[in-house]
């Protein structure tokens, strides 16, 4: 069987190699227009490099009165673990060395102040009433949270009433560098094809029936031809899916979202001082993907500080595609659906354009809002974050991703944003299972598949704590994550 797959970031280079791994027969092929994979959003300043757990983000916990619903936040908890099984995979193989190259241990903190502190204590005791959670710690005693976060606290007036909670075995997660150990397996062990500043431009059936990618390579135009599609290029996804001639075609719509952080370089010494990735809570009408961190980032050995990220409202795909791609892409059936978003979400996209003109003063406000003093620590700079494309569906805009496949099961794509990368294991998994289920049919595969992921299932790692600290610990050993004590 010929499989292209369209993006060569964390998500198709995944899928790439748990395809190959589990059906070694499989002919792959990914094209990508950058130069190198994973140098997307999948890059390491293109987001904020959260391993997502569930930890720390709010927007996972949503709270209404005195009800908090935390079923989205088991799920994530689940996938990440998921995907940390694959990561430790990849070790166990020596296809990554050191782990300190892509996963660092980092603190996942939650802080608040006054007025919404009954509701991250409320959040407290439902979490760490459940096994995910159970190393949670909460506090309001000034002195233990700047213990845990003290660039956060070292300025802050002592009778400023805050609280937070820590998860000390989180992590700091480079997807580039990730993506780059995989693509360098998948091309050299497992005999996946890369095809690097290769534009597609258009994908449609053939008369019989077989997916055809028309494409530039270098200026020139190239075809390739596939029995099965899978694509995984972000934002590009969506131009691509309108030009699939898909029944369900119609029903999606692109609207994007990007973002700045302010990034300092910092030393080994002062990363030591501050390790963690501290969340605090989103404005009213910000997008889930702006809840405001401050974040310790390992890159290739250096230690940096991230803050934001600062939302904006930018009418583009991806990386270096610029607005007339985006307005290329939209076709009249979406109008609609974009006014009807921009109508019901109209506090989203004030606020989306308000960011977008937000000066670097306003930024180191906000920075010693958040963290007193801070911004005079440190030499601080704006730097770009990634370009997302949420989903709009039927109209209605909505958060997280989706999985769409066809009906024969011949094309597949990943379409929205966060979380993202933290669990395209396991999202991938899943993508694999629905476009391709033969490969599941055989013993070898399911066994491979066993040997990747000793527990794939969510609702056993959900229900099952001893299941769930035996799979866990497993990882986490090979991933160089310690429980501390006490």
Known sequence: MNVVIIGAGIMGTTFATLAKEMAPDLDITILERLDSAGAGNSSPFWNAGT????????????????????????????QFNVAKQFWAYLMQKGVIEDPKTFINQTKHCTI??????????LRFKEMSAHHFFEHMHYSEDFDEIKS??????????RDEKMAATVIETGTDVNFGALTEK????????????????????????????????????NGKPVQHKADVLFVGAGGGAFPLLKKSHLPFRNRFTGFPVGGRFLQASITKEQAGYYSAKTYGKAKVGAPPMSVPHLDLRVVDGQHYLLFGPFASFQPRLEKGRGFFDYLKSIRLHDIPGLLNVALENFSLVKYLIS????????MFDELDSFAPG??????????QAGQRVQIIKD???????????????????????????????EVMLRCLEKLIPSIFTK??????KNEIFPEDDLDTLINDPERYREVRDAANKLLGITQPEG
């Open 51 to 78: 391993g997502h757990e569930a930890n720390c983000e709010l927007n996972y916990t949503p709270v209404d009165g005195e009800t908090i619903s935390i079923e989205k936040a088991f799920k994530i908890h689940a």
């Open 112 to 121: 608040v102040s006054e007025p919404a502190i009954e509701k991250l204590k």
């Open 148 to 157: 845990w976060i003290p660039y956060t606290m070292d300025e802050r007036p």
């Open 182 to 217: 995989m693509a360098g397996h998948a091309e050299q062990n497992l005999g996946v094809k890369f095809e690097y500043g290769t534009h597609v431009k258009r994908v449609h059936r053939s008369p019989a029936g077989r997916w055809v990618i028309e494409a530039e390579n």
């Open 355 to 362: 960011e977008t003109f937000k000066g670097e003063k306003t």
């Open 374 to 383: 801070l911004s005079k620590k440190f030499d601080w700079k704006p730097i």
């Open 395 to 425: 109209r209605g805009l909505q958060m997280g991703t989706e999985i769409v496949v066809s009906k024969d099961k011949t094309y597949g794509t990943l379409l929205g944003a966060s979380p993202g990368a933290s669990v395209s294991p």
């Open 443 to 448: 013993e070898e595969a399911r066994n491979k």
